[in-house]
């Protein structure tokens, strides 16, 4: 996977809120709750959070990149918020498959 997509190590946010949001950009996107599904949305790559961390203590960070982009997808699932609804055109759907010389390809989805 490219390393921009990597992601970094995983940890609790009680209440999280968008404190700061800037750098839209468009990015890849999925969703455990849609298994092999991916898009592109446009979302925040600087993200700034307030809330409290998994021992109830306040937290203020800032997130970059691919981060910032993860943590906008979780917030938005806390707002009733899927990544399918941040898809502004249906072909921008896709799903991946390997293609004859074992590349890794991009198949559109026709829903
Ligand atoms: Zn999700």
């Known amino acids: 996977m490219d390393e ?5 190590p995983s940890m609790a946010m009680i209440n999280p809120e968008i404190i700061e949001a800037s750098g839209e950009r468009r990015d ?9 599904l991916y898009g592109e949305t446009t979302r925040p790559h600087h993200l700034r959070i ?4 998994e ?5 203020d960070r800032a997130y970059e ?6 943590i906008h997808h979780e917030i938005d699932h806390l707002d009733g918020v899927l990544f399918i609804d941040r898809i502004e055109n249906l072909q921008d759907l896709y799903t ?13 989805v026709t829903l």
């Open 96 to 108: 991946l498959s390997e293609n004859e010389h074992g590349e890794t390809v991009r198949v559109s």
């Open 55 to 59: 021992d109830g203590k306040p937290f």
């Open 4 to 8: 921009k997509w990597q992601a970094g």
């Open 65 to 70: 990149g691919f981060n910032a982009v993860i």
């Open 28 to 36: 890849f996107d999925g969703c455990l709750s849609f298994p092999d």
């Open 50 to 53: 307030t809330g409290l961390d």
